[in-house]
């Protein structure tokens, strides 16, 4: 059974950077593809960043130029590098993998982003 851990999010100041992780174990398999979401309160769900093996990263306009999605396959681990956080980057943020044919959550990590 996957399972995913997801470390990294906390209170940061406008302006700041966090990096998010989200550890994979449990299979023989690699990621194949890989995605963050986030949700605010009383908002949807959104994609913020994915990648497909092989492919080049795709964001979110809103966090364009600021996010960076990436992986350590020999740790079966990817992260999402944030930088210049706003306060509307305020959410709880979940990634996402496809594994074996398979998809997965990780639980969420909240990060808040103060003015």
């Known amino acids: 059974q996957v399972q995913l851990v997801e470390s990294g999010g906390g209170l940061v100041q406008a302006g700041g950077s966090l990096r998010l992780s989200c550890a994979a174990s449990?299979?023989?398999?690699?990621?194949?593809?890989m995605a963050w979401y986030r949700q605010a309160p009383g908002k949807q769900r959104e994609l913020v960043a994915h990648?497909?093996?092989?492919?080049?990263?795709n964001y979110a306009d809103s966090v364009k130029g600021r996010f960076t999605i990436s992986r350590d396959n020999a740790k079966n681990t990817v992260y999402l590098q944030m930088n210049n956080l706003k306060p509307e980057d305020t959410a709880v943020y979940y990634c996402?993998?496809?594994?074996?044919?398979?998809?997965?959550w990780g639980q969420g990590t909240q990060v808040t982003v103060s003015s």
């Open positions: 996402n993998v496809f594994i074996n044919r398979a998809n997965y």
């Open positions: 449990g299979s023989a398999f690699s990621i194949y593809a």
């Open positions: 990648e497909i093996s092989g492919g080049s990263a």
